[in-house]
């Protein structure tokens, strides 16, 4: 998974339909935007006030929430709807430290400017105590100098860039107030792509693996890891290409990868994934596919695609059915309820884990004081929907990230189930729903 990416992507043609894989590009735009309107309208967005809500009484605690485009964008959609559901339920237990909860929203259009203006009006018009949220590295990063000058603690929920935690390493004492509740870090990211080769590419067939990424500076780290790394792997890399972000059609890319005797394409694609699914997919390239690839976890990715992502494998921070904690459970029935839909995508997990996990910090501290926060988040082990949090130390490489635990951080395959698509956990093995299955064209 990973963060730096926007809902929809190009058309592959000007009329926007694609000759080669037989799905109207410009056809997957507007089912996504159905998909996301339709899930919109049990969340009650019509207005970012009838998220706020007011719950009157004592002076209460403000929580900004910055998300882009949470209306259309499924990441920021998943964030304010979650934010929402931690609300709630906080409110419904006695608040935060017995003061009720409110929510004031910030669109950031993902845009670094917009960012930027949102994240002051939030916290010098509504007044936040603490901001969460932030789904792309790009608007997180518009923010971070904003962070330190309002000395105000931030919870990302959703951007993996680890610029922002090098300088809380190097500048401490001004950029300490930013933590990430989720998912690891980019670099760590990376880890996990290794993590589940090692322990399944023997098993898949996959003894040769081309590497691709999307040359965009998300998947830098990712990428740096992984080739620091990839020694430790039995399979062998026989291919190794950052392409370029204006890509539409990979056909002489896979061609090369034909030409290496690849077994299985590993990416990192989030702008350029349907195209690099399509053109796989579509043409029945004899390799198999996966890595961290966003869109594949769209919830109505399937049917968006017209079923070609069927086989496809990708990685998730979402449990996707699976019981990582004791909180998922809570956390799922409870977005159930309210919103009347299936669980979020990743950033969702992320958003609600940043509050309920502030809610707990100022218990211990009672305080909503940011600088008294910070020492305490930085001790805190907390039990999250998506996962055990704890933080990195102020020492470590990159201070304030959530700590990477083998396990937390899943792969999935898109399998037909009674005639429909279905998200299935293929490792860990402690968590799979079901093995994987191979394209049934090979």
Known sequence: MTDSHRATEEPASADGTSRRHGVNRRRFLGTTAVGATTVATAGC???????????????????????PEPES??????????????RNLLNDDDGIDGKPVELVIGDTN???????????????????????GMAKSEALE???????????????????????????????EDYKYHFRAGPVNDFDLGQAQIDFLDDMAGDLGWDSIALLAEDYEWSQGPWETFRTQQTELDADIVLEERYPPAIDDFSDLYDEVEAAGADAVFISTAHTGTDALLDWAGTERPFEFGGIHVPLQYPNYYDATNEQCRFAVGQSSAPLGADITEETSTFEDAFQSTHGV?????????????????????????????????????????????GEISFYGKDHDY????????????????????????????WPPEHATSEYVEPDWL
Not at 73 to 86: E, K, L, M, Q, Y
Not at 401 to 414: C, H, N, P, S, V
Request: aromatic share 8%; glycine share 10%; hydrophobic share 35%.
């Open 73 to 86: 964008d499924p990441t920021g959609r998943a964030i304010v709807r979650s934010a929402t559901v931690a």
């Open 399 to 426: 201070p304030h990230d959530l700590e990477y635990r083998k396990g937390e951080t899943i792969y999935f395959q898109w399998q037909e189930t009674d005639g429909s698509g279905s998200q299935e956990v293929i």
């Open 342 to 386: 299936s669980t979020p995508i990743y950033t969702g997990y992320f958003a609600y884990d940043a509050i309920t996990l502030y809610a707990e910090a100022v218990e211990q501290a009672g305080t909503r004081e940011s600088g008294q926060l910070v020492d305490v988040l930085e001790d805190i082990s907390f039990t999250g929907s998506a």
């Open 110 to 132: 993902g845009s670094p400017l917009e960012a930027e203006r949102q994240y002051e009006r939030l916290i010098l018009d509504e007044g936040a105590d603490v901001t969460v």
């Open 142 to 172: 518009g923010i971070i100098d904003n962070i330190a000058e309002q000395e105000t603690l931030h919870i990302t929920a959703g951007a993996a860039t680890s610029s922002v935690s090098e300088l809380v390493r190097e500048e401490y």
């Open 45 to 67: 967005l019509d207005t970012y006030e009838s998220v706020v809500g007011s719950s009157g009484g004592d002076e209460p605690v403000t929580i900004g929430v910055l998300a």
